[in-house]
């Protein structure tokens, strides 16, 4: 059972910047694909940014190519989220993901671990 946790969620006003944590259990070397996704209430599950671990190779939702960056530190078991020019939309839960069998999915049902969420929330 691989456990995650993430961190860095907070409030911020429009165009500002925040960074996320997702701290693994396990290796995240041999986790081999993580993932950010997000949640606003009332809306679906959205996945935001994935990256394979063993290549650091990572991919992005269309609402934030350019904007967000996932990056890896595999000394620390740790995936980050690069969050700049933030804007009222990206106001969500944010979810840390592992546990993929599709690669570098952006289908939350694809995931089999996930963290409890860390809220963003900015404002106008």
């Known amino acids: 059972q691989v456990q995650l946790v993430e961190s860095g969620g907070g409030s911020v006003q429009a165009g500002g910047s925040l960074r996320l944590s997702c701290v693994a259990s396990?290796?995240?070397?041999?986790?081999?694909?993580m993932a950010w996704f997000r949640q606003a209430p009332g809306k679906e599950r959205e996945g935001v940014a994935t990256?394979?671990?063993?290549?650091?190779?990572?991919g992005y939702g269309a609402s934030v190519k350019g904007r967000f960056t996932v990056s890896q530190d595999n000394a620390k078991n740790t995936v980050y989220l690069q969050m700049n020019s933030l804007k009222p939309e990206d106001t969500a839960m944010y979810y840390c993901?592992?546990?993929?069998?599709?690669?570098?999915?952006?289908?939350?049902?694809?995931?089999?671990?996930w963290g409890q969420g860390t809220q963003v929330t900015v404002s106008p």
């Open positions: 396990d290796d995240i070397y041999y986790l081999h694909y």
């Open positions: 993901a592992t546990g993929s069998r599709s690669g570098l999915s952006f289908a939350a049902s694809d995931y089999n671990y």
């Open positions: 990256i394979a671990t063993q290549i650091n190779g990572a």
